[in-house]
């Protein structure tokens, strides 16, 4: 069955480091691919996504690029905030489902 | 639009108590779909309603669990005779018909069986 993996957290950076959360994914078919964070207390929002090989989203400063050879789509910012501290899931969809499948999450923590 | 609404945020319940949990979504969203998120775990699937009818389930979904839309509006989510491994948050998300892969989640609600 489809799958997502992501890197284990949490991740702990300084303000304005470069992000990098890796995420891989195993699918039977040609899957769409998300990035979703939830703040403290609140519910799982939507970042960015991309719908075919090579495709990149972007949001917010943070990009991904869907790369079906490696069957990736890690998730990276080029200078975090402290606002930035939240857990971010990577997640797919494959094309004849409306269902996603989400990885574990991984919790990112930035100090001042 | 106020997003979607979880009803409670928070639940502590003794084991074999039922319990009911209520989700309104986005007012013009057609599908409602239900999840539960365990620590350290990403959501996953329970079910799914298009409008009042529910049109995927979950095999997580055992026969203690039921789900309704009554009126294609809100939601419950019920569980009967809880047990301790029911200890989850209860995620809520919904979906409009032309942007079926954006889902748009509430903030859930714990629920802890003591």
């Known amino acids: 069955g489809d799958s997502v993996t992501q890197m284990e957290g949490p991740v702990t950076l300084s303000e304005e480091a470069f992000l990098t959360i890796n995420c891989t994914y195993t699918?039977?078919?040609?899957?769409?691919l998300f990035w979703y964070v939830q703040y403290p207390g609140e519910g799982l929002q939507l970042l960015l996504k991309?719908?075919?090989?090579?495709d990149k989203g972007s949001n917010k400063g943070f990009e991904a690029t869907y790369r079906k050879e490696t069957t990736s789509f890690h998730l990276e910012k080029g200078s975090v905030q402290v606002s930035d501290s939240a857990v971010y899931f990577c997640?797919?969809?494959?094309?004849?489902?409306?269902?996603?499948?989400f990885g574990r999450g991984t919790s990112l923590i930035v100090h001042p | 639009d106020t997003g979607v609404s979880q009803d409670p945020r928070h639940k502590i319940t003794k084991r074999g108590q039922n319990v009911t949990f209520r989700c309104d979504p986005i007012?013009?969203?057609?599908?409602l779909y239900w999840y539960r998120q365990t620590l350290g775990q990403g959501p996953e699937f329970l079910t799914y309603?298009?409008?009042?009818?529910?049109?995927?389930k979950s095999r997580l979904l055992s026969d203690r669990f039921s789900a309704e839309r009554p009126k294609g509006s809100f939601s419950t989510l019920e569980i009967q005779r809880t047990e301790q491994g029911d200890s989850a948050m209860y995620l809520c998300?919904?979906?409009?018909?032309?942007?079926?892969?954006?889902?748009?989640f509430g903030p859930g609600t714990r629920l802890t069986v003591t």
């Open positions: 998300a919904s979906s409009h018909r032309d942007t079926y892969y954006e889902q748009y």
């Open positions: 699918a039977t078919g040609y899957p769409s």
């Open positions: 991309a719908t075919k090989a090579d």
């Open positions: 997640a797919l969809r494959e094309i004849s489902s409306y269902i996603p499948t």
């Open positions: 007012s013009e969203h057609n599908r």
């Open positions: 309603f298009q409008n009042e009818a529910q049109l995927e």
